[in-house]
């Protein structure tokens, strides 16, 4: 079955610390895969995207994340977090059909202490 | 200019009740989509309309009906509301249907509790 697991449910980190969320996918064929955000009471934020290319990518907000295909994984890395960084972060994929349906894991929240 | 929004943002409502909620996307894009979000946060996508034809349904109760008027509207309408309908309930458009290779542009969510 396709699926979609984020291990760390609740990650609290100090401001100024490395942050890395952790993302694996089951999937018969690499999908396209996704960082999107949630600030508390927004809509969700895209980070970044992979499709294809370059396996480390560049998001907006300072953070990127790398795809490693052996592991199926795409872990998001942030060097240096700040306190607005406080929040649901989800890992989406989406299968590369005509079918997009993006499917989310269950998101991990972030806490950032003073 | 808000790119995708939902009205209202708010909604509390009674079991029993039918009510709608509306979504609208100033980019231009094809395909629209609802998505849930129940109280753990999980999402799941529930239905997705591209030119205004139908093409992710779901397995959601028939209680829920949605509409697009056009391609930049996207409606949920929701009959005999009940308890475990409660949860956040969010819009979305991308610029295409096809190969996921387009961005999902989300609004802000509508709460919806039903007591």
């Known amino acids: 079955a396709q699926s979609v697991t984020q291990p760390d449910i609740h990650i609290t980190v100090s401001e100024g610390a490395s942050l890395e969320l952790r993302c694996n996918y089951s999937y018969g064929a690499t999908p396209y895969l996704f960082w999107y955000v949630q600030s508390p009471g927004q809509g969700l934020q895209l980070l970044l995207k992979y499709f294809s290319g370059d396996t480390l990518v560049q998001g907006i907000k300072g953070f990127e994340a790398e795809f490693k295909r052996s592991q199926s994984s795409f872990n998001l890395r942030k060097p240096s977090v700040h306190w607005s960084d406080a929040a649901e972060y989800f890992c989406?994929?989406?299968?590369?059909?005509?079918?997009?349906?993006?499917?989310f894991g269950a998101g991990t929240t972030v806490t950032v202490r003073a | 200019d808000t790119a995708v929004s939902q009205t209202p943002k708010y909604l509390v409502t009674q079991m029993g009740n039918d009510k709608s909620i509306k979504c609208e996307q100033n980019l231009g894009h094809d395909t629209m989509y609802w998505y849930k979000q129940d109280s753990k946060k999980f999402l799941k996508i529930m239905f997705s309309y591209n030119n205004k034809e139908l093409i992710i349904n779901e397995t959601v109760p028939n209680r829920f009906s949605p509409k697009s008027p056009d391609k930049a509207h996207l409606n949920l309408h929701i009959n005999s509301l009940e308890l475990g309908d409660s949860a956040v309930y969010f819009c979305?458009?991308?610029?295409?249907?096809?190969?996921?290779?387009?961005?999902?542009?989300f609004g802000p969510g509508t709460r919806l509790t039903v007591t």
């Open positions: 979305a458009s991308s610029q295409d249907s096809t190969g996921g290779s387009y961005e999902q542009y």
């Open positions: 989406a994929v989406a299968p590369r059909s005509n079918d997009y349906k993006l499917s």
